[in-house]
């Protein structure tokens, strides 16, 4: 017997955004979606400007939501962010809620983290199934809520590659010696702390990707000049895939001290290139990045500066360190999110 199509509205909003890592995730899944598509699903994205793909606009969502989901009837709607809005999902409708991950909980206290609970309890209550990207994210989830019997997916994230054929040059840094970070700069990114490694050597650059009109970057700056190293500290801004893949290959190291991650797509692009890659020992990171990285337990100069000398000494006194970073990224496959979230698709 023929199995019916489903109806699949995807919310890929956070798109519009490629500098952040939820409109990566946005972005690199809808790809791989429309091409691991079978007949099963048929797939619809809330937040897409592509002619070439199926998208629908809220004034259709909210007809539809008054119809009682009469125009588009949709099956399963998939909300791909803990801070998606489900206004315009249909009661008879199915739920998919992915969660990258619970930073409010660092972030807020009193009210305002009590309401974050309450919001994101609601969602949860909402959702036929719930998905983490990550084993730390399910940790949390499972910590904080009650799930009412629902079981805690995880499924994820890929492994973000780059067109290796674009010729490109970053003029004032093809010459230095730099370790390389990206991320929105805020405090939860944890960037000063790497500021301490340019005292102990003094011909380490270091160059952070990403938006930077907040005030924390303004203070990273503000304490690279009275440490006397702001000459050799670049806060470049956002920076578009092609620079972005150059700063990957030519970067001496890589290093991110974050204190909140769900998963950490950066760090994954950085062991594909075989890079030493410096971590926290926080949140998702060891378990993303296993063996093949060097972790800090705590952000004291003197402490991160032997764990950087030592980290780099075994990296390069280990001829099989690199390829098991490398291999280390492969685990992680755009492909294979997709085929579980289709999968999950179909069987609600």
Same mark, same amino acid.
């Given at each position: +017997? !023929?199995?019916?199509?489903?109806?699949?509205? &995807?919310?890929?909003?956070?798109?519009?955004?490629?500098?952040?890592?939820?409109?990566?995730?946005?972005?690199? #899944?809808?790809?791989?979606?429309?091409?691991?598509?079978?007949?099963?699903?048929?797939?619809?994205?809330?937040?897409?400007?592509?002619?070439?793909?199926? @998208?629908? @606009?809220?004034?259709?969502?909210?007809?539809?939501?008054?119809?009682?989901?009469?125009?588009?009837?949709?099956? &399963?709607?998939?909300?791909?962010?803990?801070?998606?809005?489900?206004?315009?999902?249909?009661?008879?409708? !199915?739920?998919? #809620?992915?969660?990258?991950?619970?930073?409010?909980?660092? *972030?807020?206290?009193?009210?305002?983290?009590?309401?974050? #609970?309450? @919001? +994101?309890?609601?969602?949860?209550? !909402?959702?036929?199934?719930?998905?983490?990207?990550?084993?730390?994210?399910?940790?949390?989830?499972?910590?904080?809520?009650?799930?009412?019997?629902?079981?805690?997916?995880?499924?994820?994230?890929?492994?973000?590659?780059?067109?290796?054929?674009?010729? #490109?040059?970053?003029?004032?840094?093809?010459?230095?010696?730099?370790?390389?970070?990206?991320?929105?700069?805020?405090?939860? *990114?944890?960037?000063?702390?790497?500021?301490?490694?340019?005292?102990?050597?003094?011909?380490?650059?270091?160059?952070?990707?990403g938006d930077k009109s907040s005030r924390y970057a303004d203070e990273i700056a503000e304490k690279a000049e009275k440490m006397k190293v702001g000459n050799r500290l670049h806060l470049l801004g956002k920076v578009n895939d092609a620079q972005k893949h150059w700063l990957y290959?030519?970067?001496? $190291?890589?290093?991110?001290?974050?204190?909140?991650?769900?998963?950490?797509?950066? &760090? &994954?692009?950085?062991? $594909?290139?075989?890079?030493?890659?410096?971590?926290?020992? !926080?949140?998702?990171?060891?378990?993303?990045?296993?063996?093949?990285?060097?972790?800090?337990?705590?952000?004291?100069?003197?402490? +991160?500066?032997?764990?950087?000398?030592?980290?780099?000494?075994?990296?390069? $006194?280990?001829?099989?360190?690199?390829?098991?970073a490398m291999l280390q990224s492969r685990r992680f496959s755009w492909k294979e999110a997709a085929k579980k979230y289709l999968k999950l698709y179909e069987e609600l």
């Amino acid at each position: +017997m !023929r199995k019916l199509v489903k109806n699949v509205v &995807v919310d890929i909003r956070k798109i519009q955004n490629l500098n952040s890592g939820l409109g990566q995730f946005c972005f690199h #899944l809808k790809e791989t979606l429309l091409k691991s598509n079978s007949s099963e699903s048929s797939l619809s994205f809330w937040g897409s400007e592509n002619e070439n793909v199926n @998208s629908v @606009s809220n004034s259709l969502l909210f007809l539809n939501k008054v119809f009682n989901n009469k125009i588009l009837k949709i099956d &399963v709607w998939h909300a791909i962010h803990q801070e998606a809005n489900l206004f315009f999902v249909p009661k008879s409708c !199915r739920v998919i #809620l992915t969660v990258h991950d619970l930073n409010f909980l660092q *972030k807020y206290s009193g009210w305002k983290l009590k309401h974050h #609970l309450y @919001s +994101m309890g609601k969602k949860i209550e !909402r959702a036929d199934v719930v998905v983490a990207i990550s084993n730390f994210t399910k940790q949390e989830i499972e910590k904080h809520f009650k799930l009412g019997g629902k079981s805690v997916e995880v499924i994820y994230n890929g492994l973000n590659k780059y067109n290796d054929n674009t010729p #490109l040059d970053i003029p004032f840094l093809s010459d230095k010696k730099f370790m390389f970070s990206i991320g929105i700069v805020q405090p939860k *990114k944890n960037f000063h702390v790497l500021l301490g490694l340019l005292l102990e050597n003094k011909d380490l650059h270091l160059v952070i990707a990403g938006d930077k009109s907040s005030r924390y970057a303004d203070e990273i700056a503000e304490k690279a000049e009275k440490m006397k190293v702001g000459n050799r500290l670049h806060l470049l801004g956002k920076v578009n895939d092609a620079q972005k893949h150059w700063l990957y290959k030519n970067c001496h $190291s890589f290093a991110f001290p974050s204190l909140a991650e769900g998963f950490g797509m950066p &760090v &994954v692009e950085a062991l $594909s290139l075989g890079k030493p890659v410096f971590l926290s020992n !926080r949140c998702s990171l060891p378990e993303i990045a296993g063996d093949s990285a060097f972790y800090w337990d705590d952000f004291e100069p003197n402490s +991160m500066n032997f764990v950087f000398n030592r980290g780099l000494e075994k990296f390069y $006194s280990d001829s099989s360190f690199k390829e098991r970073a490398m291999l280390q990224s492969r685990r992680f496959s755009w492909k294979e999110a997709a085929k579980k979230y289709l999968k999950l698709y179909e069987e609600l």
